[in-house]
């Protein structure tokens, strides 16, 4: 299995609620929802907030706390959802070529609803009961790969540590930032077919 973002996390909970279905599991730029998430802060601290508007990728998830309310989200965004989407993708692409306009319409579209939004949103007004189930696991056994973009790699590093899993490997992937397989898809396949590989898995 592998999951991007919300993907990786929702990967990591069937790992440790139904091990027998899943047998690898990569995980692409997203660690496991724990309580150091509900430290993480929503904007950037005076001392480097030049610098995160400047760069803007990762570290300040305003969106979080935006997402985990009520009907305000989909009545806001409902048919300018195309804005999240330029926004996201500007603050979080190293390369902005790397998603082109027709995909960035296709996403927009398929959000702009006022019931996509609210589904979307779903995942983040869950977090904390995630959180709380993460506490009941014991570590994950099936062997774990992470891909992590240049800026998320040392709080990925740190996170996806033995509390989280028996077998987890940690890969910094150059040139990339959150969308990863967009930017670095040769990168990405190489890492999956060695880590699927019919004799990686028949030893797992």
């Given at each position: 299995?592998?999951?991007h973002?919300i993907?990786?996390?929702?990967g990591?909970?069937?790992?440790a609620?139904?091990?027998?279905s899943?047998?690898?599991l990569v995980?692409?730029?997203?660690?496991?929802?724990?309580?150091?998430?509900?430290a993480?802060?929503m904007?950037?601290?005076?001392?480097?907030?030049e610098?995160?508007?400047?760069?803007?990728?990762?570290?300040?998830?305003?969106?979080?706390?935006?997402?985990?309310?009520?009907?305000?989200?989909?009545?806001?965004?409902?048919?300018?959802?195309?804005?999240?989407?330029?926004?996201l993708?500007?603050h979080?692409?190293v390369?902005?070529?790397s998603?082109?306009e027709?995909?960035r319409?296709i996403y927009?579209?398929?959000y702009?609803?006022p019931?996509a939004i609210r589904?979307?949103?779903?995942?983040y007004q869950t977090?904390?009961?995630?959180?709380?189930d993460l506490a009941?696991?014991a570590?994950?056994?099936?062997p774990?790969?992470?891909?992590?973009?240049?800026?998320?790699?040392p709080?990925?590093?740190?996170?996806?540590?033995?509390?989280?899993?028996?077998?987890?490997r940690?890969?910094?992937?150059e040139?990339?930032?959150?969308y990863i397989?967009e930017?670095?898809p040769?990168?990405?396949?190489?890492?999956?077919?060695?880590?699927?590989a019919?004799?990686?898995?028949?030893g797992s």
């Amino acid at each position: 299995m592998v999951g991007h973002d919300i993907g990786a996390s929702l990967g990591y909970h069937l790992a440790a609620n139904f091990p027998e279905s899943v047998r690898r599991l990569v995980t692409v730029d997203l660690g496991v929802p724990d309580p150091s998430w509900q430290a993480i802060p929503m904007l950037p601290s005076s001392d480097d907030q030049e610098a995160a508007l400047e760069h803007g990728r990762g570290g300040y998830p305003w969106w979080f706390a935006l997402n985990q309310l009520r009907e305000l989200p989909e009545r806001l965004l409902a048919d300018r959802f195309r804005l999240i989407i330029d926004w996201l993708y500007g603050h979080m692409l190293v390369d902005q070529s790397s998603v082109e306009e027709e995909a960035r319409r296709i996403y927009a579209h398929a959000y702009d609803s006022p019931d996509a939004i609210r589904a979307g949103n779903g995942w983040y007004q869950t977090m904390r009961r995630d959180i709380a189930d993460l506490a009941t696991y014991a570590p994950v056994t099936v062997p774990i790969l992470t891909l992590a973009g240049e800026e998320s790699y040392p709080a990925l590093r740190e996170q996806m540590s033995s509390d989280k899993g028996t077998d987890i490997r940690v890969v910094k992937v150059e040139g990339s930032g959150h969308y990863i397989a967009e930017e670095q898809p040769e990168q990405v396949l190489r890492e999956l077919a060695v880590f699927f590989a019919p004799s990686a898995v028949a030893g797992s």
